[in-house]
T-cell receptor, first 114, second 114 residues
Framework: DAMVIQNPRYQVTQFGKPVTLSCSQTLNHNVMYWYQQKSSQAPKLLFHYYDKDFNNEADTPDNFQSRRPNTSFCFLDIRSPGLGDAAMYLC?????????????FGPGTRLTVL | AQSVTQLDSQVPVFEEAPVELRCNYSSSVSVYLFWYVQYPNQGLQLLLKYLSGSTLVKGINGFEAEFNKSQTSFHLRKPSVHISDTAEYFCAVSDPSGGFKTIFGAGTRLFVKA
């Protein structure tokens, strides 16, 4: 089955220690998104890639970076995690950025910051 | 800017009872509308979407939603819920005037009781 895979499912890091979250897709979609979701809140878009074009949301902190080395993979780097960065991180894909295309989500990575 | 309001943060309901989860959006221009479901510790999954045409949209797991342009609403309904429907439900809107960015509501937690 075509799908969106996130690794690891659970990640524990220490305050200030860089961490990388991974996402891969077998859907061959053009767009990949990273969302941050805190408890009982809506997913908050951090950034997205349309193919190789990176699009950052205006309110995404500089502490968050992303890489998309090829169509299938996308990484979220948190350079110096703070306690407030503890959250579920969701990766999603869509065929195109036009709004009629639904997004396909991975299972998420739950990040704990000690 | 587009906004999405889910009027109920939590909806408790008994098994086999009907349920309606309410969603209102702010813009009256043509938009695309979605409902996603999120089970505990999982990513979001598309339930249904409205792009155009018939205002009554049927989705997976027996859910349906009705688009009401005059009331800018897109309420989700199910005539008889199961325990397994316990989850968080997110309404989302994609607005062409906002560059087709998808805006999520804050979510409604449906709790089905035996």
């Amino acid at each position: 089955d075509a799908m969106v895979i996130q690794n690891p499912r659970y990640q524990v890091t220490q305050f200030g220690k860089p961490v990388t979250l991974s996402c891969s897709q077998t859907l061959n979609h053009n767009v990949m998104y990273w969302y941050q979701q805190k408890s009982s809140q809506a997913p908050k878009l951090l950034f997205h890639y349309y193919d190789k074009d990176f699009n950052n949301e205006a309110d995404t902190p500089d502490n968050f970076q992303s890489r998309r080395p090829n169509t299938s993979f996308c990484f979220l780097d948190i350079r110096s995690p703070g306690l407030g960065d503890a959250a579920m991180y969701l990766c999603a894909t869509s065929r195109d950025f036009q709004g009629m295309n639904e997004q396909f989500f991975g299972p998420g990575t739950r990040l704990t910051v000690l | 800017a587009q906004s999405v309001t889910q009027l109920d943060s939590q909806v408790p309901v008994f098994e086999e009872a009907p349920v309606e989860l309410r969603c209102n959006y702010s813009s009256s221009v043509s938009v695309y509308l979605f409902w996603y479901v999120q089970y505990p510790n999982q990513g979001l999954q598309l339930l249904l979407k409205y792009l155009s045409g018939s205002t009554l949209v049927k989705g997976i797991n027996g859910f349906e939603a009705e688009f009401n342009k005059s009331q800018t609403s897109f309420h989700l309904r199910k005539p008889s819920v199961h325990i397994s429907d316990t989850a968080e439900y997110f309404c989302a809107v994609s607005d062409p005037s906002g560059g087709f960015k998808t805006i999520f509501g804050a979510g409604t937690r449906l709790f089905v009781k035996a």
